[in-house]
Each structure stands twice: as C-alpha cells, then as structure tokens.
C-alpha cells in the first residue's frame, strides 16, 4: 500500500535526520551553527581524473578501498557493511561535473554520487540496482529534509551495463542533471522555496556505493531500495571511468562570512583569474568555455560553461507533483539513509 509506505518512509526519514544531524555534529563542522575553517578550493577552472590512470588523482578515500582498474574506479559491495566511498579533497563554488560510470549490478544496491557541502546542501544522482532503466535526481537546501517534492525519476538505458555520463550544471540561478549531455531536469533558484532550499555552498564531489537492501536496514530502507540485497550473488560493483571538473570560482580557499548560508555570503580567497586560466584548460580538451568575469560574493557567477551542458535545448523529461508523490516520498529516505550510510561506515 502506498500511503502505508508513505508514512514508513516519513517515519524513517525522521529517525535518519536526527542520525544525519549526531553525525554531522561529530564529523565537520556546520558553518550556520559555528565559525568554521575555510574550505580548501579547486584553485583551477577545470580537473579531470582519468580512473583508468592507475591512479585516483585528488580524491580521497573515506570508507572502504577503491581501486584503479582498467575500466574506471572500482568501488565493490561484497560483504555486509561494505560502502567503499571517495571524495574530492577540494571544493568548487559553482560549476559543472561529469561523472562517467557504469552501476551496480543486485539487488538494493545503491550506487551514487552527490555534491555536498558543509551546511549540507546536497545535489544527488543516484541508481538503484533493482531498477535498471531508472536514475534518479535530488536535493537538498541546508539539510531541509521536509518536502517531499524534491527527487525526479529520469529513464537511462541498461547504467549497469553501460557507461553514462551524469552530469550537474550548477550556478547561482539554477541546476541542471543532464544525462549524456542532454537537460534531463532543470531547478531553478526560485523554485527551490524562493532560493531558502537551493543549493549555494562550497561543494565536495563524493562518490560511493553502498547497499540500501541490507537485511540489516529498516524495513522502509530496504523496500526503497527495491528489496534485500543477496551478497551471495555478489560481489556487486561499480566503474567510475572518470570525472570532469569545472569550477566556476575557482579559488584557493572558500569562507563563511556569516552564518546565512547565503552564496552571496562566500568570501572566493585568492581567487583565480579565470580568463587566464582558461587557455592553459581549453588547451587540454575539447571544452570550449564562455567566461565572463566572476564577481563572487555580489549579484551574480558570471561564469557560463558549455562543455557538454551546450546542448541545453534537450528533451526534459521530470517526474513531480501530485502524480509521481509515490516516488517523491522515498527520495529523502533515499538520500538520507545515503548519508547516513556514509557517515556511519
Ligand atoms: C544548527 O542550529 C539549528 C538552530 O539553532 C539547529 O536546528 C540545528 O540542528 C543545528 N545544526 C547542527 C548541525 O548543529
Ligand atoms: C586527503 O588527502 C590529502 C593528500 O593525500 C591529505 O592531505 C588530506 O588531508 C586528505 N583530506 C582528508 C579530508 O582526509
Ligand atoms: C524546509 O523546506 C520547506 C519546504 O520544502 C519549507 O516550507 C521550510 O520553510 C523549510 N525550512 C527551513 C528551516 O528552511
Ligand atoms: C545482473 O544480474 C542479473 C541477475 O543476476 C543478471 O541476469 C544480469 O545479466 C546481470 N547484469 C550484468 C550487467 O551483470
Ligand atoms: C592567499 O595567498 C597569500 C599569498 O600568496 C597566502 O599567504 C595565503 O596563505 C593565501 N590564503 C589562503 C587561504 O590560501
Ligand atoms: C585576467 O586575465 C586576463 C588574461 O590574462 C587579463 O586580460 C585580465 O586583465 C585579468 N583580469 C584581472 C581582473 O586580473
């Protein structure tokens, strides 16, 4: 029954908050709250981590062990507990990210990557196995996990037999998920509760997969994540061929000047020129970038890449409202108990 889930979920979301907010607490320190060190920033406009390098370039690995194969990151579930996760040891301020990868295979197994910040804004993609024409889309403003209508089902051919691009187009006025290049979902600053919900802090890429159908989880987790996860069908794993970074601002350090959480409120330290930054990255690849001047901390990120987000005009295919309020329930479970999964392996 639907409305019995519903309010499953609505119950497991509570208990998980108040997980998420114990392990934030102990684990980083929430700018809103306290007077937090800066964050370190990509002080470049553009980084790209080829995976297949044999290395794992800027990026650490915070649970588990991920390898550098031939196909990309390794990241596997084999074993209960297991959430082998990685993220960027730098944050951006606005841009733009490509994370070519091909899911994991099972049942309930959730394989994700998500930009998020100190004040827990959060932009996610995330795939569960049990479904495999589907992706997901959500997000997060300052951790307010109260509406339901956030998260989007977008449709993807075979992600745990082929590799797809998932990328996440972020400015100041708006997000867009796009999916091998193409729009697939657009939010605007307004629309996120007049800008309050919209994500517009210094992001950490991290990416991770971990089993939302754990006989161990709740009852709600495991049903989300489309039933429980069998490790010994495993190992179950996921590629991540490679990920490519534009930073908007790029700058050596990002700080909170007060405790708004407000993008207007991010002070850019020892920013970088990004007109001359730019011929050393358009030298290196096939981007091709219209950058006007930054003017980080007043009206407007000026920056506007194409890459691959040119091709805007793309067909938008967006589930939400009343008609898709099954789906819509489970995203903040989804990304709660993702959190929450990171933080607690
Ligand atoms: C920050 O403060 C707000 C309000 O005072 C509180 O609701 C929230 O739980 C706090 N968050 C953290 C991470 O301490
Ligand atoms: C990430 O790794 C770098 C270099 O290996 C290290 O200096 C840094 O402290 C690490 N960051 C975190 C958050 O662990
Ligand atoms: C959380 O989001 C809801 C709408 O989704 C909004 O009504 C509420 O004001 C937000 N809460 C805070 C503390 O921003
Ligand atoms: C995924 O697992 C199912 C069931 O075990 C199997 O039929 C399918 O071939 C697998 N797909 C891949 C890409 O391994
Ligand atoms: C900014 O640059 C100055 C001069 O190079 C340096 O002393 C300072 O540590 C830098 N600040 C940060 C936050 O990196
Ligand atoms: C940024 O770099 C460009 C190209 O090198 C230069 O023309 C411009 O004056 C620089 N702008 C600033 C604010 O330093």
Not at 97 to 112: C, E, L, P, Q
Not at 307 to 317: I, R, T
Request: hydrophobic share 35%; with cysteine.
């Amino acid at each position: 029954m639907v409305f019995k889930s519903y309010y499953q979920w609505a119950a497991i979301a509570l208990a998980a908050t108040a997980q998420l907010s114990a392990a934030q607490t102990t684990t980083s320190c929430n700018p809103l709250n306290k007077t937090c060190s800066a964050d370190t920033g990509l002080n470049k406009y553009r980084l790209n981590t080829d995976f297949t390098s044999g290395s794992l370039g800027r990026w650490n690995t915070t649970a588990g062990t991920v390898t550098s194969t031939d196909l990309g990151a390794k990241f596997t579930v084999s074993e209960q507990g297991d959430a082998p996760t990685i993220e960027s040891e730098f944050y951006i301020f606005f841009g733009h990210v490509d994370v070519k990868m091909r899911a994991a295979n099972g049942t309930g197994i959730i394989s994700t990557w998500i930009l998020e910040s100190d004040d827990l804004d959060e932009i996610d993609w995330e795939q569960i196995s049990t479904y495999s024409t589907e992706i997901q889309t959500d997000y997060f403003g300052k951790g307010n996990t109260t509406s339901y209508d956030r998260g989007t089902t977008v449709t993807v051919t075979t992600p745990e037999e082929t590799f797809h691009t998932y990328s996440i187009d972020w400015t100041s006025e708006r997000i867009q998920w796009l999916l091998d290049g193409d729009v697939v979902r657009t939010l605007e600053y307004a629309d996120a509760v007049n800008g309050k919900n919209f994500p517009q802090t210094p992001m950490r890429i991290r990416i991770g997969i971990w089993a939302g159908g754990d006989p161990d989880n709740s009852e709600g987790t495991i049903e989300w994540a489309g039933g429980e996860t069998d490790y010994t069908e495993g190992p179950f794993s996921m590629y991540v061929e490679s990920v490519d970074i534009i930073n908007y601002n790029p700058a050596q350090a990002y700080k909170y000047t007060d405790k708004t959480g407000a993008y207007t409120s991010i002070k850019a330290i020892n920013g970088t020129n990004i007109s001359s930054n730019l011929a050393t990255s358009s030298s290196t690849g096939s981007v091709s970038v219209t950058a006007s001047s930054t003017a980080v901390g007043s009206s407007s990120t000026a920056a506007s890449s194409s890459s691959s987000a040119a091709s805007a005009a793309s067909s938008v295919s967006v589930v939400s409202g009343a008609s898709a309020s099954y789906y819509t329930s489970v995203f903040v479970i989804a990304a709660v108990s993702l959190v929450a999964g990171l933080v607690q392996y």
